[in-house]
């Protein structure tokens, strides 16, 4: 999959640059918790890299006991 010099990812693109399956990319638009997306049109849906990134760090974790930050 080249992504150099793309502006935004299909959800295809991005489910596989997380290692995830489309379908669990259409779950998280439906109830939240996933990355933030671009809605194109009302049948197009798309992922900057940059949100994916910031996703995944958010997710970062050092341990299994790390709850990770919270906000004050």
């Keep these: ?3 150099v ?8 693109e991005a489910a596989k640059a997380l290692g995830f399956a489309r379908r ?4 998280w638009r439906l ?3 996933g990355p933030r997306f671009v809605r194109v049109s ?5 992922y900057r890299i940059a949100d994916l990134e910031a996703w995944a760090e958010a997710r970062l ?3 299994t ?6 906000a004050d």
């Design 1 to 3: 999959m080249e992504t």
């Design 31 to 33: 109830r939240g918790g």
């Design 61 to 63: 974790r050092t341990s």
């Design 5 to 12: 010099g793309k502006l935004l990812l299909t959800e295809a």
């Design 24 to 27: 669990r990319m259409q779950e």
């Design 65 to 70: 006991a790390d709850p990770g930050h919270t």
């Design 42 to 46: 009302a049948r197009a849906i798309r």
